[in-house]
């Protein structure tokens, strides 16, 4: 027997905790009957568990997948304001897939994919610490001093939060490039440990998602994961660590609108003269 929760999460239904929402909403009906407590037990073999009228089976193999998530993105499968979103790139994959955690809007980079809501699960839990690797453009030159006050710890306004390593990755004449790691997923918590010790974030990439790696992808652009990629995502979901790969920075912005999403060319015959 297993938390209902759980089972849902397997199967690819959602994650685990929008696999919660979805309990405690009512929608979700086992042997017939509503259930709306968490933590109810139930055997995935012999129930018949059946989400908005949709039985679900967890026999079919998951699926993994990396995304390139531009800057101007949404990190959902649709967005109610209608700006781009993660679901606009994944009509070709087929199925439901859904991002594991959140990019901001502005940020961009490595962004994993899959219906396997356990290891999604594991990857975004606080308790697991699984690392996350950042490069952030920042405005100014912070000084060795301001990097370890963001390893030592920073007080925000929703509790104190630190960087496990924080370096300087590349200068520039009014700019640095930082590499940053952290092991939670707070709202815009790098853009906040940069804020705090007066250097704003101006870009936001991250190069490398559960150690896997995003070279050779392009904005907007996906890939299914190797099948050895996917053993080293779910060791890492486990605790297990490994290096980062080459890490590089992105290219130069070619315009500002998210790709796939440009506006049409002026005709020429409506151009103003």
């Known amino acids: 027997m297993e938390r209902l929760q759980k089972v849902l999460a397997r199967a690819g239904v959602a994650s685990r905790r929008a696999a919660e929402a979805l309990i405690t909403a009512g929608q979700v009906k086992v042997n017939g009957k509503v259930v709306t407590t968490l933590g109810t037990k139930v055997d995935p073999v012999k ?37 781009p979103s993660v679901g606009d790139y994944l009509s070709e994959i087929g199925g439901r897939v859904f991002p594991v955690g959140r990019l901001d809007y502005d940020a961009e980079g490595a962004l994993l994919l899959t219906d396997d809501g356990e290891l999604a699960n594991k990857l975004m839990h606080p308790k697991h610490q699984v690392p996350r690797t950042y490069l952030a453009k920042v405005k100014g030159q912070p000084t060795e001093g301001s990097l370890a006050k963001l390893v030592s710890g920073v007080r925000l306004e929703d509790g104190p939060a630190k960087a496990v390593s924080a370096q300087e990755f590349r200068k520039q004449a009014k700019n640095t490039w930082l590499k940053l790691v952290v092991t939670e997923g707070r709202q815009h918590l790098i853009k906040r440990l940069c804020a705090a010790i007066g250097h704003p974030v101006l870009r936001l990439y991250r190069p490398v998602h559960a150690s896997i790696g995003i070279t050779g992808v392009r904005p907007g652009q996906w890939r299914p994961l190797t099948n050895d990629e996917i053993r080293r995502v779910k060791a890492v979901a486990d605790g ?10 992105p290219a ?12 049409e060319p002026e005709d020429e015959a409506d151009a103003e003269v």
Do not use: N, Q
């Open 252 to 263: 130069r912005r070619h315009g500002h609108a998210a790709p796939g999403f440009e506006p």
């Open 240 to 249: 297990k660590s490994f290096a980062d790969p080459s890490l590089k920075l």
């Open 47 to 83: 129930d018949l568990i059946v989400v908005k009228g949709r039985p679900v089976t967890s026999d079919a193999p998951r699926r993994y997948f990396l995304l390139y998530k531009p800057p101007g993105v949404v990190t959902t499968l649709k967005d109610p304001e209608g700006r």
